[in-house]
Nanobody, 127 residues
């Protein structure tokens, strides 16, 4: 069983940057495909970005494309989400998710694809 712990959330002004990290334990992250989702009160959780187990394949939601980047360090069992040019509409609780990789180096975009979730970290972007 995989345990995920996010860190790095906080308050930032619009146009600023934040870096979120997700540390996996209980199973080596080198065989986990991972992703980030976010949720605001009263709305469903939405997909942000996904990364394959190798870290070589990524997919971004249109809303963050060109502003966010993701990287995976399989030696340290961590995934890092670098968020630049933040906007007030990026305000949300951000969740890290993981699942065992299947055949092929692919990413996953649906909540139901993932089997492990972190507790979430708050990101607030002020205007």
């Amino acid at each position: 069983q995989v345990q995920l712990v996010e860190s790095g959330g906080g308050l930032v002004q619009a146009g600023g940057s934040l870096t979120l990290s997700c540390a996996a334990s209980g199973r080596t992250a080198s065989f986990l495909a991972m992703g980030w989702f976010r949720q605001v009160p009263g709305k469903e959780r939405e997909f942000v970005v996904a990364i394959s187990w190798s870290g070589g394949v990524t997919y971004f939601a249109d809303s963050v494309k060109g502003r966010f980047t993701i990287s995976k360090n399989n030696a340290r069992n961590t995934v890092t989400l670098q968020m630049n040019s933040l906007k007030p509409e990026d305000t949300a609780v951000y969740y890290c998710a993981a699942r065992p990789a299947e055949t092929g180096d692919r990413y996953y975009v649906r909540e139901s694809d993932y089997t492990a979730w972190g507790q979430g970290t708050q990101v607030t972007v002020s205007s």
